[in-house]
């Protein structure tokens, strides 16, 4: 059983988006299998670096489609973004120190925030964007290109 499970409850409808987050599971996942498996220090930080990239890869791509839509909450939606950037660069930072290792809560916290995110600020603009014929119900794509 994985860590996170990826199920439909998780789909947001924008498969660009979906694949985004898909990808970052599979991260937090390879974080979790490489600490639970006593994987070394670089190994760990390797993959952290790698969601540190990953995460501030799809925030941005979240917050273009924020503006070329004019999506009203963008301004908080990226607040959220940017404290969570912030948290996860200070969390590399202090088990490239050495001063923090990886604990299970530290995993937890990863998760719940993800998941947290996913399902609640991600699928109130995924929703407005539907409504507002953004995204395309039939196939998931955006309707014009950032
Ligand atoms: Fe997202
Ligand atoms: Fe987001």
Redesign the pocket.
């Known amino acids: 059983m994985a860590f996170i499970n990826w199920n439909d409850s998780l789909n947001l409808g924008i498969v660009e988006v979906d694949a985004q987050h898909q990808n970052l599971i599979r991260l937090i996942n390879e974080l979790h299998d490489r600490v639970k498996g006593g994987g070394n220090q670089g190994e760990i930080e390797a993959v952290l670096g790698e969601i540190s990239a990953e995460i501030k890869e799809h925030?941005a791509a979240?917050e273009r489609y924020f503006d070329l839509f004019l999506y009203p909450e963008r301004d908080s939606?990226r607040g959220?973004?940017g404290l969570l950037v912030r948290q996860i660069d200070e969390l590399l930072e202090q088990t490239r120190d050495g001063a923090m290792p990886v604990t299970d809560s530290v995993l937890q916290f990863v998760k719940d925030w993800f998941l947290t995110?996913m399902t609640g600020?991600?699928l109130v603009?995924a929703v407005w964007m539907k409504h507002k014929g953004f995204v395309d119900p039939q196939n998931g794509r955006f309707t014009q290109e950032s």
């Open positions: 925030f979240e939606h959220i973004h995110h600020s991600d603009y």
